[in-house]
Nanobody
Framework: QVQLVESGGGLVQAGGSLRLSCAASGNIFRISAMGWYRQAPGKQRELVASITSGGSTNYVDSVKGRFAISRDRAKSTVYLQMNSLKPEDTAVYYC?????????WGQGTQVTVSS
């Protein structure tokens, strides 16, 4: 069974950095594009970054130049490097396929950016 486990969140001050990790069981990276999603209180979940099986990346405008998605196929891990964090980045961050598959949503990891 494919499982995705997010980690690396925490509390940081504005301008700080975090690197999130998404450990995947199975070979999902060979099959599907992967993405990082986030959901803030009272807001809908949004896709913030994605990476295709070929390595092409895309980002939502609000994080371009600040976030970078990457993956290590051998380790079956997707990363999200987040720099220059802003309070509006505060959310629970999830990884999943792109498009997201219902069965793969995990607990996510909380990112809180203080002002």
């Amino acid at each position: 069974q494919v499982q995705l486990v997010e980690s690396g969140g925490g509390l940081v001050q504005a301008g700080g950095s975090l690197r999130l990790s998404c450990a995947a069981s199975g070979n999902i990276f060979r099959i599907s594009a992967m993405g990082w999603y986030r959901q803030a209180p009272g807001k809908q979940r949004e896709l913030v970054a994605s990476i295709t099986s070929g390595g092409s990346t895309n980002y939502v405008d609000s994080v371009k130049g600040r976030f970078a998605i990457s993956r290590d196929r051998a380790k079956s891990t997707v990363y999200l490097q987040m720099n220059s964090l802003k309070p509006e980045d505060t959310a629970v961050y999830y990884c999943n396929t792109k498009p997201g598959l219902h069965a793969y949503w995990g607990q996510g990891t909380q990112v809180t950016v203080s002002s």
